[in-house]
């Protein structure tokens, strides 16, 4: 009944709105660039996101830049309903979009750079340097994109080698002992051949002091690179190679004793450095077809990284606990998708998508104060297939009238190893516990969208999103070392138009997702790790609104707007505690996302200054709870950032400020061995940054 009375009233709503009059035109949202008779198109994304009934957010290079984000978290709140907290480190980042997340699993959010999948939380983290566009689609993508999407999808592309020819060269000074410099390099060696070539470093002195070992308890360096080769073989033949590689090193884990009342961390205050070492590479060639009237694609992609932590368990000044961690990822997919490629009443995709992952990670508890270790070695290999196919029949009854149907199906087989051995101070190795399983599942997707004359859209979708289950890597209990799979089915309904003269832009979108055996994280019995469990079944339904406010052309505004009302419908935490969280708001989801954000751009048209350029930004989020039980919350709160820019023909003189009023906030909250603990936000920061373009 509850979903029926949501529908017929967006219905109405939307009604109300499609009588808008001005068509909705949005270059940057394309995905077709043209370089002389070389066409460049992103592999499996949609043509032009403003018509598709999809709910997403698009970033440009410009928006990039006049933002000054540095890394993917940064984007948290600045689109409707997406976050992604600051954990620590580098280690894990879980991503939350509409409600829908992972804090210790696999993500339920995918990524994909340059059409290249990511699949563990422990590469989502990375600096962005020489970014074209990033794409936020909303909502499950499972059938185009498969696993680990019911949340959505974020789709980085970098530089194109036939994009433009450029050289830049950029370095950037702030406080916290924070520099950084970057570069550039695109070319085009005839009309056949290209590349782009990119590195950047980038260090940060830390934000909070250990009061123990009186240094930085959060500083990092990070090194990365990045080089891309494109080849136009012939008209019909086109090829790119990427291989990209990052290094980082960081003194992770500013933790602080946490006071639930008041919502106050202490100053961090523990006797052993914790860092989180990573080496990530990024690998892939795609090669594309084009025929008459359709298309081919072929992504093969392979993954490497191999991370190490190390970890004062304890937190505290205390020799009680340290705890070393190593793992290692190697991952290969391969994908071949086709699609039509002309704007005909029946419109196609179809594509076979495999992969296989070896993931091993190897944890050492050194207890102290006894002198004993634990150690514990797990080795789980994966490998699976998907089938997928998506038709489009338009033009259907009437003009603009158009329905999808799209249907994919997914197998994978999971394995696990668990070698325990004990230090006391003679060895003492527990029997290996070995495990597999397989999962398969057919997912559909439906949805029906009428587009004006005037590029005024209305939309309806119904969609199911499934993530696999899975092995644990330690468990107290024989019935804890599996987790099921996961289901939901997500139902949208929105509208996209402008009016004034594509003055004003705007997009709504609501949504209502059922949630079955979600999977949830809870803290051992022995409190030292954490294990995945289905909980019954959970709801998540909202809003998110965006408008493009153009009032003259050197003024612009832009709005976004979320709203998540998630929570538990049924989850009895502990059955023999009776312990039920039936009710409660799911954890590390925020009520709101907001943020408005304004650029205003004076001509002074001189020979040595052409342009100046103002932008503030505003964004707000919360309130949010941290546990299942929903006893610590973060309330609502919000930063403030800014930005001076000088532009000259070929130089850009910046200076910029983030969360300018010092704002105080929790970033991060966790309980461990019978305490709570937090991490702040980011205090006021200042820098200045130069760049020069050839």
Same mark, same amino acid.
């Given at each position: ?8 009233a967006?219905?109405?709503?939307v009604?109300?709105l499609?009588? +808008? ?34 709910? *997403?957010t ?9 933002r000054?984000f540095?890394n ?26 509409r ?41 499950s993508q499972g059938?185009?994109?498969g ?12 530089k ?5 020819k ?7 000074v ?13 070319e085009?060696?005839?009309? !056949?051949?290209? #590349? ?17 070992? $009186?240094?930085k ?6 090194? +990365? ?5 494109g ?7 086109? *090829?790119?190679?990427?291989? *990209?590689?990052?290094?980082?090193d960081?003194?992770?884990y ?5 006071d639930?009342e008041?919502?106050k961390?202490?100053?961090?205050n ?8 990573r ?11 084009r025929?008459?009237?359709?298309q ?16 004062d ?8 606990? #340290? ?7 190697n ?19 179809? $594509?076979?998508?495999?992969?296989y ?6 944890n050492?508890?050194?207890?102290r104060?006894s ?14 297939? *998907? ?13 603009g ?15 696990m ?7 006391v ?7 290996p516990?070995?495990k597999?399983?397989? #999962? ?6 439906f ?12 939309y ?5 999103? #499934? ?6 890597? +330690? +468990?107290?209990r024989?019935e ?14 929105g ?8 003055r ?20 051992? !019995?022995?409190?030292?790790g954490?294990?995945?469990?289905? !909980? ?17 052309d ?5 709005l ?15 059955e ?18 907001f ?8 001509n ?29 919350e ?17 130089m ?10 010092n ?7 966790f309980?461990?061995m ?10 006021f920061?200042m820098g ?7």
């Amino acid at each position: 009944m509850n979903r029926s009375i949501f529908l017929i009233a967006s219905l109405c709503m939307v009604s109300s709105l499609i009588r +808008a009059s001005e068509p909705l035109v949005d270059k940057d949202s394309t995905r077709t660039y043209t370089i002389g008779e070389i066409e460049v198109v992103a592999f499996k994304s949609y043509k032009d996101l403003s018509i598709q009934p999809v709910s *997403a957010t698009i970033l440009t290079k410009e928006t990039i830049k006049n933002r000054n984000f540095i890394n993917i978290k940064e984007i948290s709140a600045f689109v409707p309903n997406f976050f992604m907290p600051d954990y620590g480190s580098r280690l894990t980042s879980p991503v939350y979009i509409r409600g829908i997340g992972s804090r210790t699993n696999a993500p339920s959010v995918g990524l994909y750079v340059d059409g290249i999948p990511y699949f563990d939380r422990s590469s989502y983290d990375f600096n962005i340097n020489d970014i074209e566009k990033i794409e936020v689609l909303r909502g499950s993508q499972g059938t185009i994109y498969g696993r680990n999407t019911m949340g959505g999808v974020i789709n980085v592309y970098t530089k194109s080698p036939f994009q433009h020819k450029e050289t830049t060269f950029g370095a950037t000074v702030g406080n916290y002992n924070h520099y950084k410099v970057e570069g550039s390099h695109v070319e085009q060696i005839n009309q !056949a051949l290209g #590349y782009t070539v990119s590195a950047n470093y980038n260090h940060q002195g830390g934000y909070f002091d250990n009061l123990y070992t $009186g240094n930085k308890a959060d500083g990092s360096d990070a090194l +990365a690179g990045r080089v891309r080769l494109g080849w136009q073989i012939n008209p019909q033949w086109v *090829a790119y190679l990427t291989t *990209a590689y990052e290094y980082s090193d960081q003194d992770g884990y500013p933790y602080g004793l946490y006071d639930t009342e008041t919502n106050k961390a202490e100053e961090v205050n523990y006797n052993e450095r914790s860092y989180y070492r990573r080496h990530l590479s990024n690998n892939g060639l795609h090669l594309k077809y084009r025929g008459a009237d359709y298309q081919i694609d072929s992504q093969t992609s392979f993954q490497h990284f191999n991370g190490e932590q190390g970890i004062d368990q304890d937190f505290t000044p205390a020799d009680q606990y #340290y705890v070393t961690f190593t793992h290692q990822q190697n991952m290969v997919s391969q994908e071949i998708n086709a699609q039509s490629s002309k704007d005909t009443p029946y419109q196609w995709q179809t $594509g076979i998508f495999g992969f296989y992952q070896h993931y091993s990670q190897n944890n050492d508890i050194e207890y102290r104060q006894s002198g004993s270790n634990k150690i514990t070695n797990t080795k789980n290999p994966s490998s699976g297939f *998907a089938l997928y196919h998506q038709s489009t029949f338009n033009d259907l009854l009437k003009d603009g009238l158009s329905a999808t149907l799209g249907l994919r199906y997914d197998w994978e087989r999971i394995k696990m190893e668990n070698r325990t051995r004990t230090v006391v101070p003679t060895i003492k190795e527990d029997e290996p516990i070995h495990k597999k399983n397989s #999962y398969s599942r057919l997912t559909p997707k439906f949805s029906i969208q009428y587009l004006t004359n005037k590029n005024h859209l209305a939309y309806f979708s119904l969609t199911q999103g #499934y993530k696999a289950g899975g092995f644990n890597t +330690a +468990a107290d209990r024989e019935e804890d070392w599996v987790f099921k799979p996961e289901y939901s089915w997500t139902y949208e309904i929105g509208w996209k138009g402008s009016t004034f003269e594509n003055r004003l832009q705007t997009e709504i979108s609501l949504f209502h997702i059922d949630w079955r055996d979600q999977q949830v994280t809870q803290k051992r !019995a022995t409190e030292q790790g954490f294990k995945l469990r289905n !909980a019954g079944k959970s709801t998540s339904k909202g809003i998110e609104i965006t408008s493009h406010i153009r009032p003259v052309d050197q003024l612009h505004f832009l709005l976004n707007y979320g709203y998540t009302y998630a929570k538990f419908r049924e989850y009895l935490y502990e059955e023999t505690q009776n312990i039920d969280y039936g009710g409660n708001f799911l954890p590390l989801v925020p009520r709101h996302t907001f943020s408005s954000a304004g650029d205003y751009t004076f001509n002074i048209r001189r020979r040595h200054l052409q342009n100046i350029v103002f932008n503030m930004e505003y964004t707000g989020i919360g309130k949010l709870f941290w546990k299942d039980n929903n006893i610590g919350e973060q309330p609502y709160y919000h930063t403030l950032n800014g930005k001076v820019s000088f532009l000259c023909k070929k130089m850009a003189l910046s200076f910029w400020a983030k969360n300018i009023t010092n704002s105080s906030y929790i970033a991060y909250y966790f309980d461990s061995m019978g305490k709570e603990f937090a991490q702040r936000g980011k205090p006021f920061t200042m820098g200045t940054d130069i760049q020069l373009t050839f």
